[in-house]
């Protein structure tokens, strides 16, 4: 399988700032590559999907980039409610995820 | 609009069975396949499998082969989920997941989440 390692494993940020999360593979998955927000106790909701495509409804503050093996998320002004759980997700060969970034309150 | 609604919280003990469900609406069932994921507490999420609703074609992950069925029902646009000779480590909420292919598999819409709960 394809391993998915996200970094920072945890951050902490302001309401306001710039968030950036960073997902690599193991192997080249070309822009199969999604990601996810999750609040605690609640479902994972799309964000991005091919890398770099808005999922309908989800705010122009989050945006994806990258290629191959290496990804990014970037939320460009933290708000409130951005304070979650994000993962990626790989589907270029059997799914995999990531292990989570956790953004916080600073 | 969208919606994934599971089946309640289960309670088992180890070597036993759990079915989970997920009923879909508001979109042609057969048009998109369901994934199941899940996350144990405090973990991160683990895929577990897919079924093609149109033609219950499934695929597995290689974790849970031999133990694990997931079938689908059309006439109630329903899926569900079989895992048997449960484990404490498969405590875990279990979610339904719709499928989207364009630009390659991603899920676009998720169950509520069903706890199952294994100890003796």
């Known amino acids: 399988d394809i391993q998915m390692t996200q970094s920072p494993s945890s951050l902490s940020a302001s309401v306001g700032d710039r968030v950036t999360i960073t997902c690599r593979a193991s192997q080249n998955i070309i822009n199969f590559l999604n990601w996810y927000q999750q609040k605690p106790g609640k479902a994972p909701r799309l964000l991005i999907y091919s890398a770099s495509s808005l999922q309908s409804g989800v705010p122009s503050r989050f945006s994806g980039s990258g290629s191959g093996t290496e990804f990014t998320l970037t939320i460009s002004s933290l708000l409130p409610e951005d304070y979650a759980t994000y993962y990626c997700q790989q589907s270029y060969t059997t799914v995999t995820f990531g292990g989570g970034t956790n953004v916080e309150i600073k | ?120």
């Open chain 2, 1 to 120: 609009q969208v919606q994934m609604v599971q089946s309640e919280a289960e309670m088992k003990t180890p070597g036993a069975s759990v079915e989970v469900s997920c009923k879909a609406s508001g979109y042609t069932f057969t048009s998109y396949a369901i994934n199941w994921v899940r996350q144990a507490p405090g973990q991160g999420l683990e895929w577990l499998g897919r079924i093609t609703t149109h033609n219950g074609n499934t695929k597995y992950a290689q974790k849970v082969q031999g133990r694990v069925t997931m079938t689908t029902e059309t006439s109630t646009s329903t899926v569900s989920l079989e895992l048997r000779s449960l484990r404490s480590g498969d405590t875990a909420v279990y979610y339904c997941a719709r499928e989207r292919s364009q630009g390659g598999t991603h899920f676009d819409s998720w169950g509520q989440g069903t706890l199952v709960t294994v100890a003796s």
